[in-house]
C-alpha cells in the first residue's frame, strides 16, 4: 500500500480481554517497529523487528505483550489479560532497512480498556 | 538511560511570529536527533533531522541545529503559519538502529491568523 496501514483504528474493550492489534507495512519494508503513545506523552518504544525476527523487543512491558511478523510483512501485537493502564494508541512504523533511513509510522491504533 | 527533555505546551502564536521549540538531551553515545511531526488526524512524520555535532537539519522553513556542548537541538522558524499547528516531537537514536528512537513528550503549537 502506500503507506503503513493499521487495524483497528479504535478498540474498546473490556479489562482482562485479549487484544490483537494488526500493522500492514510498505511493501517492501524490511523493519518495522511497534511503539506505544500515552495521553500527553511521546511514543515508546515496544518492539523491532528485522524480517521475521523480532531483533529487540526491549521496550514490551511484560509477558503480556508478544508480537509476531511470521511472514516477514504483516505484523501483530497481541496483549492478554488487558489492564486499563494499556489504554493508548499504538503506532507501527516501518523502514526499508535497519538504519539511516527514514522510519515511516502509521496513524495508530487507539484502544481503551474499560 | 538515555532522555528527551522538550518545553511544555502548548505554544500559541499568531501567524508569521517566530517559533522556538527547545529540546535537550541526554545520552551516553553520540545520537542522531530528530523533529517529528503530528499534523491533525494524521500519523506521525519526520520533519527534519541531524546525525552529528553542528549538524543543522532543515525542512519546509524549519531548522534545528545539532549543539553538542548544550546536548539542544532547537527548532526554529521564522514565520509561521497556520498549516503548523501540530504536535512537534524531538528524538533521537543513539546507535545505528534510527528507527528505534527515544522521544520527548511532545511541544503542541497552536498557530492564529
Known amino acids: 500500500g502506500a503507506g503503513v496501514s493499521q487495524t483497528p483504528s479504535n478498540k474498546v474493550t473490556e479489562k482482562g480481554k485479549y487484544v490483537e492489534l494488526r500493522c500492514d507495512p510498505i511493501?517492501?519494508?524490511?523493519?518495522l517497529y511497534w511503539y506505544r503513545q500515552s495521553l500527553g506523552q511521546g511514543p515508546e518504544f515496544l518492539i523491532y523487528f528485522q524480517g521475521t525476527g523480532a531483533a529487540d523487543d526491549s521496550g514490551l512491558p511484560n509477558d503480556r505483550f508478544f508480537a509476531v511478523r511470521p511472514e516477514g510483512s504483516v505484523s501483530t501485537l497481541k496483549i492478554q489479560r488487558t489492564e486499563r493502564g494499556d489504554s493508548a494508541v499504538y503506532l507501527c512504523a516501518s523502514s526499508p532497512d535497519r538504519g539511516g533511513n527514514t522510519i515511516y509510522f502509521g496513524e495508530g491504533s487507539w484502544l481503551t480498556v474499560v | 538511560g538515555d532522555s528527551v527533555t522538550q518545553m511544555e505546551g502548548p505554544v500559541t502564536l499568531s501567524e508569521e511570529a517566530f517559533l522556538t521549540i527547545n529540546c535537550t538531551y541526554t545520552?551516553?553515545?553520540?545520537?542522531?536527533l530528530f523533529w517529528y511531526v503530528q499534523y491533525p488526524g494524521e500519523g506521525l512524520q519526520l520533519l527534519l533531522k541531524a546525525t552529528k555535532a553542528d549538524d543543522k537539519g532543515s525542512n519546509k522553513g524549519f531548522e534545528a541545529t545539532y549543539r553538542k556542548e548544550t546536548t539542544s537541538f532547537h527548532l526554529e522558524k521564522g514565520s509561521v503559519q497556520v498549516s503548523d499547528s501540530a504536535v512537534y516531537f524531538c528524538?533521537?537514536?543513539?546507535?545505528?538502529?534510527?528507527?528505534?528512537?527515544?522521544f520527548g513528550q511532545g511541544t503542541t503549537l497552536q498557530v492564529k491568523p
Open positions: 511493501s517492501g519494508h524490511t523493519a
Open positions: 528524538a533521537l537514536s543513539d546507535g545505528p538502529n534510527t528507527g528505534k528512537l527515544i
Open positions: 545520552a551516553t553515545g553520540y545520537p542522531s
